[in-house]
């Protein structure tokens, strides 16, 4: 979503801020623009559209020399939520003297209430943004100190905010907080670089410290110094990145998705790495913070996420009843918390994120802790606040993904749970050699990923044969029910195409309407109990003329028979097949898309990390 960037160092802000701002290009936004303090002035440039058209724009607002001298600077790419995306309404915003400029990332719910408040007091807005309001309510706090004045204008707002505020008459520092949107301070050598998240502080050091909620720093060059919103001192250590800038860069691929869907079989040795006892069959995941014991004496689990990350989840539902013999569901965690959901301390909740931000998800977890559920994450980027707040969970290890499109997060989820299931299904009816076998499967999925990327030429082929349809079904039974979800939500959100994710059995229950001749239907009929069920409902797709994209186990001729196409996986045990079966829906989602000339890495609404509910 919306990104920040603040620098303060010697020299070069405005180049520093507009490369951070490329760094976060991946989150999507709609508009973008910089603040830089000159002398007794703030100097600001705005643009619509990408972070390109900024920097020509700020090259022609300012002169050489401000663009080179000056020390301290904020930055923003904004995705429009309170009006539309035009220059005036991205961020930075200024206050009424125009002397204080602050960008910001979240929602401030009670903006109305405030801005008829200043207005009464004779402040004027130029835009329709909620940031604005709190630019002048921080201008109408301040009495000379501009930390005291954003404390004071903090209190008296609700909703989220992740904030960078600068001011002419205090040079030499910038304000930073934040509440429910993530903000990382990069500390250099006699610099600092304020960053909503760390791709875009990796060129500059590695290390970091990550703010917590209503927490606010004073920064300047050579100090960070963080308190409460009460001006009580806190203390946050020093963490490492342990990140290397060239994972952010596309490596010789045209897109970042193109990189992270190859980059399966390593990132997928990352996850499964040094987690499997191949002696007691079982699985070591000491990030959970489990006995077996406790695991024992569970009663059921609870996984909650959104859009890619939920799907992971209903794959480990299958995952844990099956293997686990543990009661197991999915909530969608938007709506966790309004539901008021029923747990106890023999409920272990699993909060499933990538990017370990997510809004809802967030709340959710808090939700579950509030119910004294045994809570931990599922979590990809390191030191995020999903993994903070949980306090132990188990890390993807994916390494950065960027493209918005989620990929090897997802694949690297589900080993993960997989991984889980075998640990509860070990301590509940597994014997050892079952457990063993199914680690086995477990340690051969990198490999079988490997060998659906081989294919990727073949599956170019196939997508061209598919590009010019608005409308396509995705079906599967048991696990790869959620394959076919996946497959639908990949397709649609880089393609445009309208994809459609549903069990095999429910098409006939109304969507089969819509089926006519040529209408795609992208079935996944892998080997495994469903599989003959399946074929069934391809049937009945066949006879109403749709064309059939099926994702089938090689050697399988039955299936292939009743396909027009078919992507053929390697054959492994029907819950390890959800793997491979999804890499070849997100490299056929790939190659639709890039044939249909789209935007592929960041597709148009989409953002990266969804930090507003
Ligand atoms: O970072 P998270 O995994 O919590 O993000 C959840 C969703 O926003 C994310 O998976 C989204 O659906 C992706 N665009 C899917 O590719």
């Not at 499964?272 to 069959?281: A, T």
């Not at 082929?461 to 959620?482: K, Q, T």
């Not at 599989?531 to 003329?545: F, P, S, V």
Request: glycine share 8%.
């Amino acid at each position: 979503m919306c990104g920040i960037v603040g620098y303060i160092g010697k020299a070069n802000a405005a180049s520093v801020l507009i490369g951070g701002l490329k760094r976060l290009e991946y989150r999507g936004y709609d508009s973008a623009g910089l603040a830089l303090l000159d002398g007794d002035n703030v100097r600001v440039s705005k643009a619509a559209g990408k972070v390109a058209n900024l920097s020509e724009r700020a090259r022609t607002d300012w002169t050489p020399e401000l663009f080179q001298n000056a020390a301290t600077g904020i930055a923003h790419t904004r995705w429009a939520t309170h009006g539309p995306p035009t220059e005036v309404n991205a961020h930075p915003h200024l206050d009424e003297t125009g002397g204080i400029a602050l960008v910001h990332n979240g929602i401030i719910e009670n903006y109305r209430a405030l801005r008829s408040r200043l207005e009464t007091k004779g402040h004027h807005f130029l835009s329709e943004t909620d940031t604005e309001v709190l630019a002048h309510l921080i201008g109408d706090c301040n009495k000379g100190d501009l930390f005291q004045a954003v404390c004071d204008a903090l209190h008296q707002v609700e909703g989220t905010f992740g904030i960078a505020v600068i001011s002419a008459k205090e040079p030499g520092k910038i304000i930073t907080a934040r509440r429910g949107s993530p903000i990382v301070i990069g500390v250099g050598n006699s610099e600092a670089i304020i960053a909503s998240d760390a791709s875009a502080i990796l060129a500059h050091t590695q290390r970091v410290i990550y703010l917590d909620d209503n927490d606010i720093a004073i920064v300047t060059a050579d100090a960070v110094d963080i308190r409460d919103l009460n001006n009580v001192p806190v203390t946050r250590e020093i963490a490492e990145l342990g990140l290397d800038s060239a994972a952010a860069e596309k490596g010789g691929f045209e897109h970042f998705m193109l990189k992270e869907i190859h980059e399966q079989p390593e990132s997928l040795a990352n996850a499964i790495r040094g987690r499997l006892d191949l002696q007691l069959g079982s699985s070591v995941l000491a990030g959970m913070g489990t006995s077996q014991r406790e695991l024992a004496d569970l009663s059921r689990v609870v996984m909650v996420g959104c859009g890619t990350s939920l799907h992971a989840a209903m794959v480990g539902e299958y995952a844990f009843e099956d293997l686990a013999d543990i009661h197991a569901e999915v909530q969608q965690a938007a709506e966790f918390r309004y539901r008021n959901p029923i747990l106890g301390n023999r409920d272990f909740v699993i909060a499933i994120s990538q990017s370990g931000e997510t809004a809802d998800t967030l709340a959710a977890v808090r939700e579950a802790k509030q119910k004294g559920a045994f809570v931990m994450s599922l979590v990809n980027v390191v030191g995020s606040t999903i993994a903070r707040e949980t306090g132990r969970g188990v890390y993807l290890h994916a390494g950065p993904e960027i493209s918005v499109a989620s990929t090897k997060a997802f694949t690297s989820q589900v080993s993960v749970l997989l991984m889980m299931a075998l640990k509860l299904g070990r301590g509940r009816r597994f014997s050892r050699d079952e457990g063993l076998k199914l680690a086995r499967e477990i340690e051969s999925i990198p490999e079988l990923v490997r060998r659906v990327i081989e294919k990727n030429d073949t599956i170019a082929e196939i997508a061209a044969r598919y590009v010019d349809n608005e409308h396509a079904f995705f079906i599967g039974r048991g696990p790869m029910f959620p394959v076919a979800l996946e497959g639908a939500l990949k397709l649609k959100e880089i393609s445009y195409i309208h994809a459609e994710g549903y069990h095999a059995a429910e098409l006939k229950h109304g969507p089969i309407a819509l089926l006519q001749k040529g209408t795609p239907v992208i079935a996944v009929a892998c080997e495994g109990p469903a599989k003959d069920k399946t074929l069934g409902n391809i049937e009945e797709c066949r006879a109403r003329g749709a064309r059939i994209l099926g994702i089938v186990t090689e050697g399988d001729h039955d299936a292939e028979e009743v396909m027009d196409d078919f992507i053929a996986i390697p054959r492994a045990h029907p819950l390890v097949a959800t793997i491979p079966a999804t890499v070849a829906l997100q490299l056929f989602s790939y190659h639709v898309a890039h044939l249909r000339g789209c935007e592929i890495d960041q597709p148009r609404n989409l953002a990266k990390s969804v930090t507003v509910e």
